[in-house]
């Protein structure tokens, strides 16, 4: 039984026609880093948010931070199925990540501004993310980039949409 419990996780040789998965998974732990700092941030606005546009902003940050906490996972598994090892320490999250912390409180409408530039400069990423895995015929790392830039760039249109009222 003891020795069930010593397995110690290594990267392994992946043979599947994709190229370079070493670029590859450090751009998978990039957007994996910019994920997880944007779940806190937006799960904050989520706690913290007051005003008229509580409701508004607490359902949609809510369905935003479990879509992306769930994604996390996904990117996660994409980097082990690579044969690379997933980022494991909380110094490397943030050592990765571009998500800024915003400075000082924050009003209902800055709030979705901050997070609508937030999920904007992932948003960013993945479409890099698309096209390095694209190069190198990864054609899963660019589906999922592509997809969850999909949902960046329609979190970021609705945040902006809030942030006007």
Same mark, same amino acid.
């Given at each position: @039984?003891?020795?069930? /419990?010593?397995?110690?996780?290594?990267?392994?040789?992946?043979?599947?026609?994709?190229?370079?998965?070493?670029?590859?998974?450090?751009?998978?732990?990039?957007? /994996?880093?910019?994920?997880? $700092? /944007?779940?806190?941030?937006?799960?904050?606005?989520?706690?913290?948010?007051?005003?008229?546009?509580?409701?508004? @902003?607490?359902?949609?940050?809510?369905?935003?931070? !479990?879509?992306?906490?769930?994604?996390?996972?996904?990117?996660?598994?994409?980097?082990?199925? %690579?044969?690379?090892?997933?980022?494991? $320490?909380?110094?490397?999250? /943030?050592?990765?990540?571009?998500?800024?912390?915003?400075?000082?409180? %924050?009003?209902?409408?800055? @709030? =979705?501004?901050?997070?609508?530039?937030?999920?904007?400069?992932? =948003?960013?990423?993945?479409?890099?993310?698309? !096209?390095?895995?694209?190069?190198?015929?990864?054609?899963?790392? !660019?589906? %999922?980039?592509?997809?969850?830039?999909?949902?960046?760039?329609?979190?970021?249109?609705?945040?902006?949409?809030?942030?006007?009222?």
């Amino acid at each position: @039984m003891t020795g069930a /419990l010593t397995a110690v996780p290594s990267p392994d040789k992946v043979e599947t026609g994709v190229r370079d998965t070493g670029a590859i998974a450090d751009g998978l732990a990039d957007v /994996l880093a910019d994920t997880y $700092r /944007l779940v806190f941030k937006t799960h904050a606005c989520h706690w913290n948010v007051e005003g008229p546009a509580f409701f508004s @902003m607490h359902k949609l940050t809510e369905d935003q931070y !479990e879509n992306m906490f769930s994604a996390a996972d996904q990117l996660a598994e994409r980097i082990r199925a %690579l044969g690379h090892l997933a980022p494991s $320490r909380m110094g490397e999250i /943030l050592s990765r990540s571009k998500i800024e912390d915003p400075c000082g409180d %924050l009003s209902a409408g800055e @709030m =979705a501004q901050d997070l609508a530039s937030s999920h904007e400069r992932i =948003a960013h990423r993945m479409h890099a993310l698309a !096209e390095l895995a694209s190069r190198r015929r990864d054609i899963v790392t !660019e589906d %999922l980039a592509t997809a969850r830039s999909a949902f960046h760039e329609q979190a970021a249109w609705m945040l902006r949409a809030i942030a006007k009222s």
